[in-house]
C-alpha cells in the first residue's frame, strides 16, 4: 500500500469514529470547486436517485464534515419525499427536492453530485453533470454498455473533473491491507480467482400495462432508453432485470467481486470470456440470467463470477466474496475481512474489520460506515484535485468485464478479446452489443 494510500485511510477511518451505522442541457465546464480553497470550505453535493441505495447515501453525504446535501433530485415524487428525509434526519433542515436534475446544473453554488438512478442513466447522467463542470460520484456499474463507458471516460479527461465509481471496497481499510498482503506474495505467483453473488429473489410475475402513478414522471426515468410501456412490475428494482434499462446480477453485484479480483491480480482486460446460464427459476418477464457463470481466461490467471439470483446458497460460508488460489496456498476475502490458508488448507492469518457492517444482501447500504470512507475519499479528491482510488478508468474495466460476460451470454459463444483495450475482435454479432439504441434527441454526447 502506497504511503499516501495509508494516510488516508488513517485519516478516513478517524473521521467516521462518531458515524452512525444504520429538457436543458446545459454545457458549462466552470471548474466550480475552484472556490474551495480548503479543508473547512463546504462542498455542495447533489443526489440524484433516491429511492433506495440513493437515500441511504443522502444521509451518509450530510453526516459528512464540511459536505451539504443542497439538491435530492428524482423522477418519483414518493422517494424524493425519502431522500429529504433522510438527510435532514442528519441535519435537521429540509433539503430541496427536484424531479429533473438537469434544471440545478448550471448553479455554481453546486460542486459535486452523486449518481444512482437505474443503470442506463448512469453514463448520460455523468456525462451531462461533467459537461456542466460538476465533480460526479456514480455507483456501479459505470455504463449500461462499453460505448458508454469509453465516452464516460473521455469525458472525465475532457472536462478535467473527478469521477469516483461506486466500487467501495477500493476504500475498505482491512481489505486493503489483505489486498496489499496478496501482491506482495503472501501466497506466491496467483493464478486463479473465484468471485460470486448468491441471493435468493422471488418471481417478478407477468407485468401488465397500467398507468403511469401520478408521482411518478415515467418520461424522465426513461430518458436515453427506447420508450416501452409502463408495467406494474418494473419500478423501482425490477428493471435490473430488463435488458433495455438494467444490466442483471452480473453488473448488478458482480462489478464489485470482479472489481476485487481485478485489483487483486493487477489485470485491466482479459483475452477470452465465456458466459453459461439462463432464467431457470421463474417463468415470468425477468430477461437476464438468474443463474449464470462467466470465465475469464487472462495471461497466467483464470478468474470466475458465479452468479445466483434466485438460490443464496453459500460459498466460503458466505453470500459474496473473492477468493484467490496461489502456488503457496489461497486468500479468501469478506466484506472488508481476509483469510489466509496454506495449501494443506491450514488457516495461516485471519484478519477481520473493527467495523461493524450489515447484512451482505441489503440493497440499499451493507455497510453505512465503510460506505463513508468512499465518500470521505471522494470528498477529499475534490478538495485536493486528486485521482481516486476507483477512478473512472478502472470503474470502466471492471464493468467492462461483466458487460462483456453479458454479451457472450446473449450471443452463446466465447469472446475474443483485445487486451490493449478490452475490444471484442472479429466478432460482428458480438460487437452489435458494444453500444445501444438510444430514443431519439436523447443520445448522450461529450
Not at 447515501?57 to 414518493?78: P, S
Not at 506474495?185 to 468471485?195: C, D, N, P, T
Not at 495461516?348 to 461493524?356: C, E, N, T, Y
Not at 468485464?401 to 471484442?424: E, K
Request: contains cysteine.
Amino acid at each position: 500500500m502506497s504511503d499516501s494510500r495509508r494516510d488516508f485511510l488513517k485519516k478516513a477511518v478517524a473521521g467516521t469514529v462518531g458515524l452512525t451505522v444504520g429538457g436543458k442541457i446545459l454545457a458549462s465546464t466552470a471548474r466550480s470547486y475552484h472556490r474551495i480553497s480548503g479543508a473547512n470550505e463546504v462542498i455542495r453535493v447533489a443526489v440524484i436517485g433516491c429511492n433506495s441505495r440513493g437515500t441511504s447515501m443522502a444521509g451518509t453525504f450530510a453526516r459528512q464534515k464540511n459536505a451539504e446535501v443542497i439538491y435530492i433530485c428524482d423522477v418519483d415524487d414518493l422517494a424524493i419525499r425519502k431522500g429529504i428525509k433522510s438527510v435532514k434526519q442528519v441535519t435537521g433542515k429540509e433539503t430541496e427536492g427536484i424531479r429533473d436534475f438537469r434544471r440545478i446544473l448550471d448553479n455554481k453554488d453546486m460542486d459535486a453530485v452523486y449518481i444512482a438512478a437505474p443503470d442506463h442513466w448512469h453514463a448520460p447522467a455523468s456525462i451531462l453533470c461533467l459537461k456542466a463542470g460538476k465533480d460526479v460520484y456514480v455507483e456501479k456499474p459505470l455504463s449500461h454498455n462499453p460505448h458508454e463507458g469509453e465516452m464516460l471516460v473521455l469525458a472525465a479527461e475532457k472536462y478535467k473533473r473527478i469521477v469516483q465509481i461506486g466500487t467501495q471496497r477500493r476504500s475498505w481499510p482491512t481489505l486493503t491491507q489483505g489486498i496489499a498482503e496478496l501482491k506482495n506474495g503472501v501466497i506466491g505467483k496467483v493464478y486463479m480467482a473465484k468471485a460470486w453473488y448468491a441471493n435468493t429473489r422471488g418471481p417478478i410475475g407477468i407485468g401488465k400495462v397500467v398507468p403511469v402513478p401520478s408521482n411518478l414522471d415515467y418520461e424522465l426515468w426513461q430518458g436515453p432508453a427506447p420508450r416501452r410501456p409502463y408495467k406494474d412490475n418494473l419500478i423501482h428494482y425490477n428493471w435490473h432485470w430488463f435488458w433495455n434499462w438494467g444490466t442483471g446480477e452480473a453488473l448488478n453485484n458482480g462489478t464489485h467481486d470482479i472489481d476485487v479480483a481485478r485489483w487483486g491480480l493487477g489485470l485491466d482486460y482479459p483475452l477470452k470470456v465465456n458466459s453459461v446460464g439462463g432464467r431457470y427459476q421463474f417463468k415470468d418477464d425477468w430477461e437476464t440470467p438468474d443463474t449464470q457463470v462467466i470465465t475469464f481466461e487472462a495471461p497466467d490467471a483464470t478468474i470466475v463470477w458465479e452468479g445466483r439470483s434466485c438460490n443464496g446458497s453459500y460459498n466460503d460460508n458466505r453470500s459474496r466474496g473473492v477468493i484467490f488460489h496461489g502456488e503457496n496456498g489461497s486468500l479468501h476475502t469478506g466484506d472488508n475481512s481476509y483469510m489466509i490458508f496454506d495449501n494443506k488448507n491450514k488457516l495461516v492469518k485471519d484478519v477481520k474489520s473493527d467495523i461493524v457492517i450489515t447484512e451482505g444482501l441489503n440493497t440499499t447500504s451493507p455497510g453505512e460506515e465503510l460506505d463513508a470512507l468512499h465518500v470521505a475519499n471522494y470528498l477529499e479528491n475534490i478538495r485536493n484535485n486528486r485521482k481516486p482510488f476507483a477512478d473512472a478508468l478502472n470503474g470502466h474495466k471492471s464493468t467492462l468485464w461483466m458487460q462483456l460476460g453479458n454479451i457472450s451470454q446473449r450471443v452463446g459463444h466465447t469472446l475474443n478479446i483485445d487486451p490493449s483495450n478490452g475490444h471484442i475482435i472479429g466478432d460482428k454479432e458480438a460487437t452489435t452489443l458494444w453500444s445501444r439504441e438510444y430514443e431519439n434527441g436523447w443520445e448522450p454526447n461529450i
